[in-house]
């Protein structure tokens, strides 16, 4: 039986599947600096032709394991340098597989065409040229379909059930492609080295057409149920500030009240006590008022409310609030920063013993050119980390689907604005520390 790696030239293979793992690296966040990104890159380049040029005269059993061995260097190659979980970098390992598949065999398929009508071999550089070109092209075309995919958001979700969809899709394609080069006598190979070629070509674009319409539609699927919950939560959040407002009103006339009731009061008998119950009375007013007066009428009314529950749960609140620098951002933008932000802090601190733990630090202040935007409370669990980095305690709720999606709208909202969120614990605090740039005033 003739070798199968007489077929395509394995420089040819390695340097399609180096070509192939690049268009990922450069379309997903990498773990290092450029100059570290290129070196790293040429590195894998010599190792890939260092595993795949030596086997070219190797007999067919031996071509599945290189073929796993080259696959894995790409894995590797994904993962160094992108900066992605490993079922991430396997995902997309998978797809530049297929597509290094591809592009050699198309390239190569052209050689030979050429070849057989018009004798090239003296010209090795049209040769140089032809394969830079194709590969070039091809490179740069799935990189221009595969951008509008490589959302962070969908690559962080990726979940095994998809990887192995995929893996399928890729195991198939390449089976059907080289069947011909192994057995011949199947209904789906050939004896004539054209029609190898053609098979071999049309199933790995088959299989590259699937691959990008099941992600595009994964995705548009993503998208639809995001802009449903987000726009459901959002409503929600509009919906709390109207009920705060209406609240507050109401809290304001019977503070208001209260104190015309105090200075009545003190006329009354038992005057150290009375005097001493009064003061208190007049401390928590000012308290209330120094909190609810942020300078931002939305955000007064959120604090307001989250502080009228947390009394239930003898929840000690402490804010210092520059409520003005908020005055850029949209109603519902903010009901869903502070809103999420304050009911994790909440859920959290509930759950803690000691009645002096359970407090709450709310901040907004100036910061060079970004307005600063922290949560802090005091936690004695320790958070997990889900894929996106983002911290989450156990849900007390007992709808537990939805949990941790209030962090995700946090950051869907930072996002819009182009700033940045860090969620994490320092000593045994809590912080959720959000940074907007001042641009957006």
């Not at 195991?171 to 053609?198: E, M, Y």
């Not at 009394?311 to 903010?334: A, N, P, R, S």
Request: aromatic share 12%.
């Amino acid at each position: 039986m003739e070798t199968i790696y007489q077929d395509i030239p394995r420089f040819y293979t390695a340097l399609a599947e180096w070509g192939a793992c690049v268009i990922y690296i450069c379309l997903i966040k990498k773990r290092f600096n450029n100059k570290i990104t290129v070196a790293l890159s040429t590195l894998f380049l010599v190792a890939q032709i260092a595993l795949l040029v030596p086997t070219g005269d190797l007999p067919t059993v031996w071509w599945i394991p290189c073929m796993v061995s080259a696959a894995f260097l790409m894995y590797l190659f994904i993962y160094t340098v992108g900066n992605v979980h490993s079922i991430t970098a396997a995902y997309l390992c998978a797809r530049a597989f297929l597509i290094a598949e591809f592009t050699a065999s198309f390239q190569w398929q052209l050689d030979c065409y050429l070849n057989a009508r018009v004798d090239v071999e003296h010209f090795v550089f049209a040769k140089i040229v032809m394969l830079v070109v194709i590969y070039t092209a091809i490179f740069v075309l799935v990189a221009f379909m595969e951008k509008p995919l490589m959302n962070p958001e969908y690559l962080n979700k990726i979940t095994y059930k998809e990887f192995i969809a995929v893996i399928a899709i890729v195991a198939v394609a390449f089976t059907f492609s080289n069947l011909s080069f192994i057995w011949k006598n199947t209904p789906f190979s050939s004896g004539f080295r054209s029609d190898i070629f053609n098979i071999r070509t049309l199933f790995d674009l088959a299989g590259m057409t699937i691959l990008y319409a099941y992600q595009s539609r994964v995705c548009e699927l993503m998208a639809e149920s995001e802009i449903v919950t987000m726009d459901s939560m959002l409503k929600s959040q509009y919906n709390q500030y109207r009920n705060y407002q209406e609240s507050i009103d109401l809290i304001n006339m019977k503070y208001h009240d209260l104190k015309h009731q105090i200075a009545g009061l003190r006329a009354e008998t038992d005057i150290d006590k009375r005097t001493e119950w009064l003061d208190a009375m007049e401390d928590d007013i000012r308290g209330f008022e120094s909190v609810t007066n942020t300078g931002n009428k939305v955000l007064d009314t959120i604090i307001a409310g989250k502080i009228m529950h947390g009394q239930k749960y003898d929840i000690k609140f402490t804010c210092v609030i520059d409520g003005k620098l908020l005055e850029f951002m949209h109603v519902t933008d903010i009901c869903t920063i502070f809103g999420n932000a304050i009911d994790n802090a909440i859920e959290n601190v509930v759950m803690i013993k000691d009645i002096e733990k359970r407090i709450i630090h709310v901040t907004v202040s100036a910061k060079n050119k970004f307005v600063l935007i922290q949560f802090q409370n005091y936690c004695e669990v320790k958070p997990n980390e889900d894929k996106r980095g983002i911290r989450l305690f156990e849900s007390s709720k007992a709808d537990k689907r939805n949990h941790g999606f209030g962090l995700k709208s946090i950051q869907y909202t930072v996002d819009k604005y182009d700033g940045t969120m860090k969620a994490g614990m320092n000593k045994d605090w809590f912080e959720l520390t959000i940074l907007i740039p001042w641009s957006n005033k």
